[in-house]
């Protein structure tokens, strides 16, 4: 938020960096509402939202390549802590903010362990157990910000009541 204009909002600028991408718009989603909040026209590959100020919350921007697409991309920020920037292209990158920059360090850690995950040659129990061990030690990482309440929650079914009753416990309740 800039202070100094007295605003009340976050700016969310998006640039499109990639091929293959026709749709001429970009919906604002919370998917704790299962709502989309906003629709922006994608204008000169640029796009921008605006995000309240006195609240940090993941959100996500959900694109679809074309009008009919029936999957949608879901691209997910952290808005209320700053202006982002956001570039979608063949990876996403979201900058600006402290929260962005650790949801970003995510984001890549998780793509980059899962390519290693699936050239390692393991068994799929093995990747799973592996996996959920890198998620464990992601949240802890993030125990302190909003990207380890993400993480528990998009990922909650990889965990057993009791994992997940014990990793709530250990992030900023907060988050």
């Known amino acids: 938020m800039d202070t100094k204009q007295g605003r009340s909002y976050c700016k969310v600028k998006g640039k499109m960096v990639g091929r293959g991408l026709f749709s001429k718009k970009i919906m604002l989603y919370n998917e704790d509402l299962s709502q989309v909040l906003d629709v922006a026209l994608i204008e000169n590959k640029a796009f921008q939202f605006k995000v309240p100020a006195y609240e940090l919350k993941i959100y996500q921007l959900m694109y679809k390549c074309t009008e009919d697409d029936p999957f949608a991309i879901l691209l ?34 998780r793509s980059n362990f899962q390519d290693d995950l699936l050239l390692s040659g393991i068994s799929s129990e093995e990747r799973k157990a592996s996996f959920k061990d890198f998620l464990k030690e992601q949240i802890q990482q993030n125990r302190m910000n909003i990207v380890s309440g993400y993480i528990l929650k998009s990922f909650r079914n990889r965990f057993d009541d009791d994992e997940y009753a014990y990793l709530s416990q250990q992030i900023d309740e907060r988050f």
């Open 76 to 109: 997910p920020f952290v808005g209320g802590e700053g202006d982002v920037e956001v570039y979608v292209g063949p990876k996403v990158v979201t900058r600006g903010t402290p929260s962005n920059e650790a949801l970003q360090d995510f984001l890549l850690a």
